[in-house]
Every structure is written in structure tokens, then in C-alpha cells.
């Protein structure tokens, strides 16, 4: 019987864990670790803000919020792998964040009142959800008025030459990546599915316009590999 989404993507994730963070910088060029920067002075976090990171993986993106809200705000990081989060509060504990919280739990579902959070952030992990809009929606619901949801994700090309090496990379080089420096073929090979299925930034956008939010912005990065989306609501 073959496994829906949901399932792959556990399972992918549940296996990876451990070298997760060493992957990520082979496979961007380190370059998710600029994108990531360039979006939090986008961001313009203000200290003591109320902020959730989704799909949180091992928390990078969650520390870096919580060192911008500091020690009078809150950010809760969650995922629904719990061997990706034990690497995430090994890393909290070792930067003393008591101010960050980590909790296991689904995108799709939040466990949380609405209007609760100044910031909801999700990174590399929307392309990886069954249902896209379903999780912006959530997105919408938790924020509060004035709050800014923001997604840096992959995105597609739009360059003809650029495009055709994106997608090469993705389908041929990235799985050998995996292969070589963590002994997962298979599960690299499923990120580059959900990486080449993923909507392109003018899409999204569109997406999250129909979520609900407004002012939605979004600025491509490395000729549009990645992109950052953010919007606002009212």
C-alpha cells in the first residue's frame, strides 16, 4: 500500500535527523544561512515579541527569533519529528533560550488559540506539508492583527538556462549529495520531488492572498532557488 505524504515526509525526516544540519549547508552552498539573515532584517523582529516557528526542524530558525525577541518574549518552535526536535533543544539548552520552547505538533492543526503570535514563521518546510493552504490558513488563524506570516522556501526558476541546472541539480546531484556525505539516497531523492512540485513565488503569493493576508511581498534569492514570502493580517 503506498504511504501518503504525510507519512514519506515522517518518515524521511525521523531518518535524517542526524545529519540534517550538515546537509543543509551542502546542499544550498551555506547559501540558506544568508537567505535566512536577509529575512529576519526584513522581518525587523521587536524584542518581546510573541513568535511560532513551524516546521522547525532542528530550531535553527527558532533560536534566531528567539534571540531577536529576547529574554521578555516567547517562541515556540514546532515539528512533528521528534528526532529532528531533540537535535533543536540540544542546541537550546547548549545557548541557554529559556525563552524558547520547542513542542511536538502538526502544521496542519496548531494547537493554538487564534490571534496569539506577532510572528509565525515556517522555513523549508511548507513544500513538505500534504495540504499548503490548509497550513496558511493556520498561519492566518494564530497570527495576531497586525502580525506577519512569513515562509522561506524553495522556489522554481524562471531563467530557461538557469531552470533546466536548478532542476538537473535537484533530480540528479542533490540525491548523490545525500548518498555521499549521509547515507540517504531515498530520502533525498523525496526532498527533490517536493522541491520541483512546490509553487513557483508568484504562486504562493497568490496563495497567500487567498489565506487571507495582505500587503504579501515576496523577494526571490539565487535566481530564484529560494524565496521569501511574507504578508500581513489586518
Known amino acids: 500500500m503506498e504511504r501518503s505524504k504525510e507519512e514519506r515526509v515522517h518518515s524521511v525526516f525521523e531518518s535524517i535527523y542526524d545529519n540534517y544540519d550538515k546537509m ?3 546542499i544550498s552552498f551555506k547559501q540558506h544561512i544568508a537567505w535566512r539573515k536577509d529575512t529576519m532584517k526584513r522581518m525587523n523582529v521587536r524584542p ?3 513568535a511560532l516557528d513551524l516546521c522547525c526542524g532542528t530550531a535553527d530558525w527558532t533560536i534566531a527569533l528567539a534571540e531577536a525577541v529576547g529574554k521578555d518574549g516567547e517562541v515556540i518552535g514546532l515539528d512533528f519529528s521528534k528526532n ?3 537535535i533543536g533543544q540540544q542546541k537550546i539548552d547548549s545557548l541557554n533560550l529559556p525563552q524558547a520552547t520547542l513542542i511536538h505538533g502538526n502544521a496542519m492543526e496548531l494547537p493554538f488559540p487564534d490571534n496569539a503570535f506577532d510572528y ?6 511548507l513544500r513538505n506539508v500534504p495540504d499548503y493552504m490548509q497550513v496558511l490558513k493556520e498561519m492566518h488563524r494564530v497570527v495576531k492583527p497586525g502580525g506577519l506570516a512569513v515562509c522561506l522556501e524553495t522556489s522554481q526558476p524562471t531563467m530557461p538556462v538557469y531552470r533546466q541546472l536548478y532542476f538537473f541539480y535537484f533530480k540528479h546531484i542533490m540525491p548523490l549529495f545525500g548518498k555521499m556525505f549521509a547515507k540517504s539516497y531515498n530520502e533525498y531523492s523525496w526532498l527533490q520531488e517536493s522541491a520541483r512540485d512546490f509553487p513557483g513565488a508568484k504562486e ?4 497567500f492572498e487567498k489565506a487571507g493576508f495582505h500587503k504579501v511581498s515576496f523577494k526571490p534569492y539565487s535566481g530564484g532557488a529560494a524565496a521569501v514570502h511574507l504578508g500581513q493580517k489586518n
Open 24 to 26: 543543509n549547508s551542502v
Open 48 to 50: 518581546g515579541s510573541k
Open 84 to 86: 529532528m526536535l531533540k
Open 120 to 125: 509565525v514563521t515556517i522555513g523549508f518546510g
Open 204 to 207: 504562493l503569493a497568490g496563495m
